[in-house]
């Protein structure tokens, strides 16, 4: 009887714990994505001071192939999955003191059935604003001080998913803004507890709850635009509006 008991309050207190530990975990998890995106912010920082204070580009293409701003693709661009990518000749690469582990977020669902493995390597889970940085060379990519709005406004990069693939997801490599949220193209992912971690050209970082119509709701949570305070797509810069 007295086992029963025991086995019996062991159950009740794994039932009342469980919830707790998940969401410590999932909040230890969005705090290193966090702790991620503010090393990516010191990197943009310091590419920017180098780089008379303009952007790079989403793509360039070179010779024998493609260099993303996430790593160079030999023979590049590719289709299907595994594609090779040299994440070392990444733009913010130099930056990370060897490491690029920080352009991936914890929460984002790699271990899943939803994930498109596009390039062999994990390369990147968060997107860049590509109103930034086109990859048209036509058009100027962006400096951060010629924005024409306060760079604690505008995003650099965010928690992004890509739907370029049917069935599943893949990396958001890139977020651009959509009018019709029906589009394809990469969106915010609002991963953490339906919020989106951000990093503002300024270097800030913040979490962004969903305000705008989804996308879809994959794995992780809903995909959507990102969106100012006022539901208004400002946060991708000047040249956007809703």
Known sequence: MELMIVIAILALLTA???????????????????????????????YLNDHNESFWRYFTRESGGLRWWFGYEAGGPGSGTHRPLDRSRAVLAP???????????PEFPYDTGCYFR??????????????L??????????????????????????DGVHFDHNPGTNEGHYIEYKRDPRQL?????????GRATVLYVDGHAAGQRL?????????????ANLTDPAGGATIYGPRVTP
Do not use: W
Request: hydrophobic share 40%; with cysteine.
């Open 16 to 46: 009342i714990l469980t919830p707790a530990l998940r969401g410590a975990r999932a909040e230890a998890r969005r705090a290193v994505c966090m702790a991620n995106l503010h090393h990516v912010g010191l990197a943009t920082d310091a």
């Open 95 to 105: 930056y990370f003191n060897g490491s690029s582990d920080v352009m991936q977020c």
């Open 118 to 131: 596009k390039f062999a390597v994990r390369s990147t889970s968060y997107g860049f604003n590509m109103l």
């Open 133 to 158: 940085g086109p990859p048209n060379p036509r058009v100027a990519a962006a400096r951060r001080d010629q924005l024409g709005q306060a760079p604690s406004s505008v995003f650099v990069f965010a």
């Open 185 to 193: 193209s990469g969106y915010g992912h609002f991963r953490h507890r």
């Open 211 to 223: 305000r705008s119509p989804e996308h879809a709701r994959t794995c992780g949570g809903p995909a």
